[in-house]
């Protein structure tokens, strides 16, 4: 079985930061790409960073670019998203999501989501 698990959101104030954590099990994240996606209040869906397979390289996207950075312990079969300089157009539920494969370009997978709220 595929299963995805966020934690790690809450409260932050801005210029804060907080680690988001996404424990995989029923498939092996190493031989998968996979995403952090979130979607803010009133807005759709925004892909903000892609990480590849080992030995593969990685994207952020122009909003999150500098400030956050995603990363993948195998042994635990977790991914990670550390995000700083947080600010209020951060606030959104985000998700790790896994591809059908290295790469398909299909999210086929999801978590549930974890809240993250900026507010001072």
């Known amino acids: 079985q595929v299963q995805l698990v966020e934690s790690g959101g809450g409260l932050v104030q801005p210029g804060g930061s907080l680690r988001l954590s996404c424990a995989a099990s029923?498939?092996?994240?190493?031989?998968?790409?996979m995403y952090w996606v979130r979607q803010a209040p009133g807005k759709g869906l925004e892909c903000i960073s892609t990480?590849?397979?080992?030995?593969?390289?990685?994207y952020y996207a122009d909003s999150v670019r500098g400030r956050f950075a995603a990363s993948r312990d195998n042994a635990k079969n977790t991914l990670y998203l550390q995000m700083n300089s947080l600010n209020s157009e951060d606030t959104a539920v985000y998700y790790c999501?896994?591809?059908?494969?290295?790469?398909?370009?299909?999210?086929?997978?999801w978590g549930q989501g974890t809240q993250v709220t900026v507010s001072s």
């Open positions: 999501v896994k591809d059908s494969s290295a790469p398909g370009y299909v999210y086929d997978s």
């Open positions: 029923g498939f092996t994240v190493s031989n998968y790409w």
């Open positions: 990480i590849k397979n080992d030995g593969g390289g990685s």
